[in-house]
Each structure stands twice: as C-alpha cells, then as structure tokens.
C-alpha cells in the first residue's frame, strides 16, 4: 500500500444525478487513472494469510479502510491456467496492475463491501470479472448509510489476456462505504482520495 500526498483530481465521464435528502448528489465517472491520497497494491499480504476468507474484514490503505466479501483471496498473477495461486476469469488468468497480486471474490455472483475509517471523495481501481456481459455493479453510500447512487460497468477484457480495466467515480457527497456485485470479480491498484478536513478556525488576539 501506497500513500499520496496529491489533492488535485481531474474529473471525466459521465455524470448521474441523484436525490439525496432533498438535494442533488453527483456521482460521476473518472475516466482517467488518479493518484489519490492513498493506493493499495495487496502486496503486503500472502496467498496464505488470505484465502478463502468469508466476510472476514481485510485492513486496507494502511488501515483507512477495510474489504470484506465471500471466498476472499489474495491471487498470484500467472499465465499458465490453473497453476496454484493464480484467479481465472474465463480462459485467462487476472493480471496485476501493478506488483505481483491482487484479491479477487471466488464465486458465481456475490457481493463485497469496501467501508472507510473517514468519508472520501473520490475511489477507482483497476477491475476484471469472469464476464464481458453481467456487469459489476458498485452502490455508493454516505457515512449515514444513505444510498448515493449505483453505477454498473462491464468488464471488456483489454488485451485478451487477463488485464484488468479502470474504474472510478467522485462524489459531491462524502462517501462511507461501497458495495459491489459480481462474478467471480477481482481488483488491484485501488485509488481513493480523502476528503479535506475543515480548516481549522483562526484565533486572533485583539489585544
């Protein structure tokens, strides 16, 4: 896991409006990798200390959020198909962004939950999934647990060998945790950018 220290996002693609309590919410697409504040790889964990996890939360960007969902893995990246430690999506093995692993959810169809220790503004990563037609689908949250929106992608499978596609989205309203839905759905090089802090309010001495 990586830790950035960039506040600037350019922001690209499609936007949904949303109710929210009265107002609109935006959630658009970032079309375009971002740094973020902070990056998790999964390189700091093994094919042992994670495998076959069911909804056992997984300490994510150095403890600013946590990953929970069935059958849970870190996979290895390999060519050979079936070879140990490696995810399949279909006749390819997923390949990492960056590093060497990735995690990736198991089954058929289930859902995964990403929560933050602190609302965010921004997240996106690299995806893959055993389909090119059932798409993944990600619901969006604020810290209260209001809905903010769902947005549906579908993996194209760049490349035809297992590459991973880029998501990501940014919100006008502070997100608090992200499901997502799936087939046999695998991530890596996920990005998220904190929400600034108030300013703190300056005391001035009139003497």
Not at 51 to 60: F, Q, R, T
Not at 105 to 111: L, R
Not at 148 to 153: H, M, R
Request: charged share 5%; hydrophobic share 35%; net charge negative.
């Amino acid at each position: 896991m990586k830790t950035n220290h960039y506040s600037g996002i350019f922001y690209a693609g499609c936007s949904l409006l949303l109710a929210s309590s009265g107002t609109f919410a935006q959630l658009s697409t970032v079309s375009a990798e971002f740094s973020g504040s902070a990056i998790e790889t999964f390189e700091e964990y093994s094919r042992a200390q994670v495998s076959d996890w069911n909804y056992v939360p997984l300490s994510i960007f150095s403890g600013l959020a946590t990953i929970s969902g069935p059958h849970a893995y870190i996979w290895l990246n390999g060519t050979q198909l079936g070879y140990p430690g490696t995810f399949g999506l279909g006749p390819y093995n997923a390949r990492a962004h960056d590093g060497n692993q990735g995690y990736g959810n198991s089954i058929s169809y289930g859902t995964t939950t990403v929560t933050f220790a602190a609302p965010i503004g921004a997240f996106g990563g690299y995806w893959g999934c055993a389909s090119t037609t059932t798409p993944i689908v990600f619901t969006f949250y604020a810290p209260s647990g209001t809905l903010i929106g769902t947005q549906s992608v579908v993996y194209s499978a760049p490349n035809q060998d297992g590459t991973l596609q880029w998501f990501g989205w940014n919100s006008s309203v502070p997100i608090g945790r992200i499901d997502y839905s799936g087939t046999w759905v695998v991530n890596d090089s996920l990005r998220l950018q904190a929400v600034p802090e108030p300013a703190s309010p300056v005391l001035v001495s009139t003497g």
